[in-house]
């Protein structure tokens, strides 16, 4: 919507965005970890990503969290529903977007299913434990920061696993290439502003960016940053405005 943009009026990602999408969906890592300043686009690429995930993964099963529905519904699940109408109009899926959607919490449908099987779900992390049954392929936690403890959604405590231990999609895990390789697809994507402080995050993915291993494995993750002065698309002073509170 930025008239000065050379791709105005056109569905299009920023070049720091391009960048995070291809470490995504083409690199190695199954865990994403995207720390981003305020305003920096991170939801919004985020969303588009797990629409990407359920049209090219057929019967995939895919979860999208924030702390409760009604910021979801207008954050990352509404950008995701949003990412899934636009495949429809642009025709990369065929049929009626409104028949995909189900289940009504909160005032908003919070389920889709697609023609090619995946099916989607909007969660809330303040409920979690209506959400450990099923095995996942796709994960994305949106602003992780506002939870508590996000040690226990990510990883669990004692003998009780948390989100992690349902990363076990069938699916994702032998998705085949056009070359007819095999590649593990899962993605557990978590995407949050910096923490004032050192806090669970970075004690799970560092503190810098880097393509780390969990300890103890060689189970690699991503951890990836990005700031506000990226997103040129935000106001002129945008930057100015936030700094000068901080």
């Known amino acids: 919507l930025v008239p000065s943009c050379p791709k105005f009026h056109t569905r299009h990602a920023l070049k720091h965005q391009q960048e995070v999408i291809d470490k995504i969906l083409l690199g190695n890592s199954c865990y994403i970890y995207w720390q981003g300043g305020v305003g920096s686009a991170k939801t919004m690429c985020v969303a588009a990503i797990c629409a990407a995930m359920a049209i090219m993964i057929p019967n995939s099963r895919g979860i999208l969290f924030r702390k409760d ?5 207008v954050t990352l699940w ?19 977007f409104k028949r995909c959607l189900a289940v009504k919490k909160a005032g908003k449908h919070t389920e889709l299913h697609l023609p090619n099987g995946s099916y989607y779900k909007a969660g809330q992390t303040k409920n979690l434990s209506q959400y450990m049954g099923p095995s996942y392929d796709v994960i994305a936690i ?4 506002e939870n508590d403890n996000f040690g226990y959604i990510f990883h669990g405590e004692g003998t009780v696993g948390g989100l992690q231990s349902r990363l076990r999609g069938q699916v994702s895990t032998n998705y085949k290439l056009p070359s007819g390789e095999t590649k593990d697809m899962r993605r557990f994507i978590i ?3 910096p923490p004032p402080n050192i806090n669970e995050l970075h004690t799970i993915f560092g503190k810098k960016p880097c393509e780390g291993t969990f300890p103890n494995s060689n189970i690699q993750y991503t ?10 698309h935000n106001p002129p002073t945008y930057l100015e405005e936030i700094t000068s509170q901080h």
């Not at 949106?142 to 920061?145: E, F, R």
């Open 69 to 73: 529905y009604e910021l979801n519904h």
């Open 78 to 96: 509404g950008y995701f529903l949003d990412s899934i109408e636009a495949a429809f109009e642009q025709n990369i899926l065929q049929g009626s």
């Open 142 to 145: 949106s602003d992780a920061m």
């Open 223 to 232: 951890h990836i940053q990005s700031h506000s002065i990226q997103n040129d």
């Open 191 to 193: 995407e949050s502003n």
